[in-house]
């Protein structure tokens, strides 16, 4: 079955340091797209960076980029030079197989950023 | 291009109603999916729609049930409302794979109805 774990439940860090949010995951396809998905409070949930499992390299949007293992089934956010607008619950998704219309969540990590 | 619509945004209802939540796509995503997001459960799949045809469905009651309109925008109803059923619902569009050259699976979510069971 196609699973998703975020070990992290809560983090927090002070502005403008780095943090990383950890996600494994189980899959039997050999190619998929994973995500990384913010979700501000009473805000709508948005798609930060995406990975696609056939490429090698780590995907990057400005200051969020991305660990991927494939082997490992391991697919990290780092957020560098965090910013108090970062504090949201993250949640960790992919399609349980190519062309899914639906994704498998993890259970999300809430980060807190302080000033 | 607007975005995801959903209405109502707040609703307070007691056990053993009934509620219908109502969601317009992004102009041009013919598919639409549900998801109910609890603090204990997370995010739940609920079902998909595709073409007026519902092609995918979660591990829900049939309590829970929709439909999509021609026009893609799409309705959940929830009958005999359960104090269980106090949750977020997202909904969600994206593209179909019949018109995306690679499927990304990349959804499109809108804010949410919040649905309170008294």
């Known amino acids: 079955a196609q699973t998703v774990t975020q070990s992290q439940p809560e983090m927090s860090v002070q502005e403008a340091e780095t943090v990383t949010l950890s996600c494994t995951y189980d899959?039997?396809?050999?190619?998929?797209?994973l995500f990384w998905y913010k979700q501000p409070p009473s805000r709508q949930m948005i798609l930060v960076i995406r990975q696609e499992a056939y490429k090698q390299q780590n995907a990057t949007e400005n200051r969020f980029s991305v660990n991927f293992q494939k082997a490992a089934k391991s697919f990290s956010l780092k957020i560098s030079d965090s910013q108090l607008g970062d504090t949201a619950m993250y949640f960790c998704a992919f399609p349980p197989f190519q062309g899914a219309q639906k994704l498998v969540f993890g259970q999300g990590t809430r980060l807190t950023i302080n000033p | 291009k607007a975005g995801v619509t959903q209405t109502p945004r707040y609703l307070i209802k007691t056990r053993g109603q009934q509620v219908t939540l109502s969601c317009s796509p992004i102009s041009g995503h013919r598919s639409v999916s549900w998801y109910q997001q609890t603090p204990g459960q997370g995010l739940q799949f609920l079902f998909e729609y595709f073409s007026e045809t519902q092609r995918n469905k979660g591990n829900f009651p049939g309590r829970f049930s929709g439909r999509q309109f021609s026009n893609s925008r799409s309705e959940m109803n929830v009958s005999t409302l359960e104090l269980g059923d106090s949750a977020l619902y997202l909904c969600?569009?994206?593209?179909?794979?019949?018109?995306?050259?690679?499927?990304?699976?990349?959804?499109?979510f809108g804010e949410g109805s919040r649905l309170t069971v008294l």
């Open positions: 899959t039997s396809e050999s190619n998929y797209y």
């Open positions: 969600a569009s994206s593209e179909s794979p019949g018109l995306a050259v690679f499927n990304t699976g990349e959804l499109f």
